[in-house]
């Protein structure tokens, strides 16, 4: 286990090149000519990705963007959305990247709450017209000018400006008037503990947090998960995780950067043109969501395709079989991480022995620092001791945006996670679950990750979520909400039967609720909202008379 010394040591070793222009020039000084980006209108190549992003950085300066200006970005995955992150941060300025999938009134608070002052977005996507909404919704906006906006709901908002509409051509021509050596010089003065970005994380039961973090934490990622995924400029890589994300950043983004690859970029995932790029492009990696390799593996086109060039898939995808995968040779479970630390916080080589990446989340990863404490006392722990993993780490959040550090972090600097694992004799971590999401039910704790990832497996299931709802003599009943494939039916009691042949009879939910996909409300990454989902779940228990569980009737009050 790391020590203070050890920690100290790592950020001393810090050169400066730790910052996202830095990373930018030295990819692109790695890989040049060789391309980059692959979106739905074309491609980039690494020198053709730099000089977009300084054209739009030079725009920026010239509407007044500098060091700590927030830019909030909305746009879909794509070589804009990348080219606008370097922008940002060759200004100095903060990136807020906007979930694609937020509800206006969630946009709004994360433009408000993160002091936006300038928006770059795109028209529309996926059936939500960014721009019209806004403009419906705040009429200060049409009737203001760029840089001198005032709209009491996002007081500190001054300029908009959308993809290929006049306003971003102003922008862009604006840009000429400054010279390469302002921008060289801006850039330089961004240090590796400058301020970033602020990720707003997919909260399930409140507002979402603004993860304050530093540009270490990206580009140290970027660069580690390319060698933990052994990836090198040979590689194809199609993404369906949204780069408005810590993973989707560092994971698909940044690494494949780094490494030179081919990344592939989609701004609404479907799971035939996945299907289809895979063959076409000779895809080797893909990340995905369960589900939506699920919806590929389950696509009635899956069985013509050939995926035969997929290597670094998980081989517990349904999509393995079609690839041709026949050992378990590969995979990134073996990891332990949070949005607070930017991803992972320890690991294991995507090709170490299956064995430990299935039952360990890896070894505490350089600069970092990891204890098992009780939960209760916060007394340390010794190794095999089971308790609450806490965190030191050289990708650490800054903290949550307007929280006082004093409630993020403990006296000592240690994050309290709020997950519980043990530390086995090998040093490596053994991640447990969420210890403040535990189930209690009949005097027994149930995780409802556990029970989730193995519903996961039933044929025609989307997504589900595990709950605890309040009853008289468990404490908790277990109740499974399980959402069908779009167009599929399914089954409650044949998935109960089915999940009573794979988890222990007190894990076993004593009811499963089926909802249809438009029923439930859904964060961006495609997670069940708990809070509403309950109110959901009861209602609908509570119909018609009421429906018993447990020898305990739910009725309305």
């Known amino acids: 286990m790391a020590d203070v010394a050890d920690l100290q040591l790592a950020l001393q070793a810090d050169d400066g090149r730790y910052t996202l222009p830095c990373f930018l020039e030295d990819v692109c000084s790695l890989h040049g000519d ?52 370097f922008a940002v941060a060759m200004t100095g300025g903060v990136l807020v990247p906007v979930n694609t999938f937020a509800t206006p009134d969630e946009r709004e608070y994360i433009l408000a709450h993160s002091d936006a002052a300038v928006l770059l977005l795109q028209q529309s996507l996926a059936g939500n017209h960014y721009l019209d909404e ?33 306003p971003m051509d102003e922008l862009l021509t604006g840009g000429k008037v400054v010279a390469d050596a ?3 010089q801006l850039a330089a003065e961004v240090t590796p503990a400058d301020e970033a970005m602020i990720i707003y994380t997919s909260g399930t039961t409140a ?41 989707g950043i560092a994971m698909s983004l940044g690494a494949s950067l780094a490494a030179g690859a081919r990344l592939y970029t989609t701004e609404v995932f479907d799971p035939a043109t996945a299907l289809a790029t895979i063959e076409r492009e000779k895809i080797t990696t893909l990340h995905a969501w ?62 170490a022995p299956a064995e430990l990446r299935s039952a360990t989340s890896g070894a505490v990863l350089p600069g970092n620092q990891l204890r098992i404490v009780d939960p209760d006392s916060g007394a340390a722990l010794a190794d095999g001791e089971r308790g609450e993993i806490i965190l030191r780490a050289a990708t650490m959040m800054r903290g949550y945006y307007k929280v006082e550090r004093e409630l993020v972090f403990d006296r000592d600097g240690w994050f309290h996670t709020g997950d519980g694992g043990w530390i086995d004799d090998d040093g490596l971590l053994r ?10 039910t009949g005097g027994a704790n149930v995780s409802p990750a556990e029970v989730e990832e193995v519903a996961a497996g039933f044929a025609g299931l989307k997504t589900s979520a595990a709950l605890g709802l309040p009853h008289p003599s468990l404490d908790e009943a277990l109740v499974l909400v399980a959402v069908p494939v779009d167009g599929s039916e ?51 228990l509570s119909a018609d008379g009421g429906t018993k569980i447990a020898g305990h009737r739910y009725t309305r009050r």
């Not at 950085?57 to 992150?85: D, I, Q, S, Y």
């Not at 991640?431 to 209690?440: A, N, Y």
């Open 134 to 166: 806004m403009l419906a919704r705040y009429d200060q906006l049409g009737e203001g000018q760029n840089g001198s906006l005032r709209i009491p709901d996002l007081p500190l908002l001054r300029s908009v400006y959308c993809q290929a509409t006049a």
């Open 290 to 351: 369960p589900h939506q390799e699920k919806s590929m593996a389950e696509h009635d086109a899956a069985a013509g395709h050939d995926l035969s060039s997929l290597r670094y898939i998980e081989f517990s995808s349904p999509l393995a079989p079609l690839a041709g995968l026949n050992e378990d040779r590969w995979g990134t479970y073996g990891a332990y991480g949070l949005s607070e630390t930017f991803t992972v916080a320890t690991s294991l080589p995507a090709s």
């Open 207 to 247: 507002r979402p947090k603004g993860v304050l973090h530093e540009h270490r934490a990206p580009v140290v990622q970027s660069w580690r998960f390319a060698e933990y995924m052994a990836l090198d400029d040979s590689d194809r890589v199609l993404t369906a995780q949204p780069f408005f994300w810590t993973a």
């Open 431 to 440: 991640w447990t679950g969420r210890l403040t999401g535990l189930i209690k």
């Open 34 to 85: 060789r391309v980059a980006l692959v979106g739905e209108n074309g491609a980039l190549s690494f020198d053709e990705l730099r000089a977009g992003s300084r054209g739009l950085a030079r725009g920026l300066v010239a509407a007044g963007v500098g060091k700590g200006t927030r830019v909030a970005l909305l746009m879909g995955n794509g070589p804009a959305w990348v080219e606008a992150m």
């Open 490 to 540: 399914l089954d409650g009691e044949q998935l109960r039967a089915w999940l009573r042949e794979r988890l222990s009879a007190y894990k076993v939910p004593r009811a499963v609720v089926v909802l249809a996909p438009h029923e439930a409300e859904y964060t961006g990454s495609s997670k069940l909202k708990v809070e509403p989902l309950k109110e959901l779940v009861l209602a609908r």
């Open 182 to 184: 302002l921008l060289d």
